[in-house]
Antibody, heavy 118, light 110 residues
Framework: QVQLQESGPGLVKPSETLSLTCTVS????????WSWIRQAPGKGLEWIGY???????NYNPSLNSRVTISVETSKNQLSLNLNSVTAADTAVYYC????????????WGQGTLVTVSS | QPVLTQPPSASGTPGQRVSISCSGS????????VNWYQRLPETAPKLLVY???QRPSGVPDRFSGSKSGTSASLAISGLQSEDEADYYC???????????FGGGTKLTVL
């Protein structure tokens, strides 16, 4: 059974960089795309971006200039960096596996709350 | 404002059938398949329906998805207390080359 686990600081200061890691176990990171998705308090789900295991990426244009997603296949991990954060970036951040044909997010991490505050 | 429109809330009594709608446009629901996710309190979203109506293994057949034109629906029959959760529709968006989600519907089992 594939499992995803997010990790990283729960508190980030405004203007700094939010950095999270997602560790995949029970399966290989190869041959799939992997996404970061977030949910701000009281809001719906927002797609941040995805990365194919080869390293090709696509980001939500609303965050494009601030976000970087990378993958380290040797560690079965993907990472999220979001720079110049503000209080609006306070959210629960999820990593999820994107399966194609037809598309769906079939495995999700439990999510990690990141609060942006000084 | 979410690209996909869902009612903010829905409710039903145990045993009832409830339906949750998701309205989009020709560039998303009208062109691509719809997924539905269930988010129980304090847990990660779970895939309920994909490809408009397909259920992953382990999802009870009480949950069913359908689509017509630029709208989709999730129906839950034989409502149970454990179905109380937030439900989200999602669809691939051409312009984004990524998924868009509805704003979510909070289902209350009375």
């Amino acid at each position: 059974q594939v499992q995803l686990q997010e990790s990283g600081p729960g508190l980030v200061k405004p203007s700094e960089t939010l950095s999270l890691t997602c560790t995949v176990s029970g399966g290989s990171i190869n041959s799939y795309s992997w996404s970061w998705i977030r949910q701000a308090p009281g809001k719906g789900l927002e797609w941040i971006g995805y990365i194919y295991y080869t390293g090709s990426t696509n980001y939500n244009p609303s965050l494009n200039s601030r976000v970087t997603i990378s993958v380290e296949t040797s560690k079965n991990q993907l990472s999220l960096n979001l720079n110049s954060v503000t209080a609006a970036d306070t959210a629960v951040y999820y990593c999820a596996r994107l399966t194609r044909g037809p598309w769906r997010y079939d495995y999700w991490g439990q999510g990690t709350l990141v609060t942006v505050s000084s | 404002q979410p690209v996909l429109t869902q009612p903010p809330s829905a409710s039903g009594t145990p045993g009832q059938r409830v339906s949750i709608s998701c309205s989009g446009s020709s560039s998303n629901i009208g062109s691509y398949t719809v997924n539905w996710y269930q988010r129980l309190p304090e847990t990660a979203p779970k895939l309920l329906v994909y490809d408009d109506y397909q259920r992953p293994s382990g999802v009870p057949d009480r949950f069913s998805g359908s689509k017509s034109g630029t709208s989709a629906s999730l129906a839950i029959s034989g409502l149970q207390s454990e179905d109380e959760a937030d439900y989200y529709c999602a669809v691939w968006d051409d312009g984004l080359n990524g998924p868009v989600f509805g704003g979510g519907t909070k289902l209350t089992v009375l």
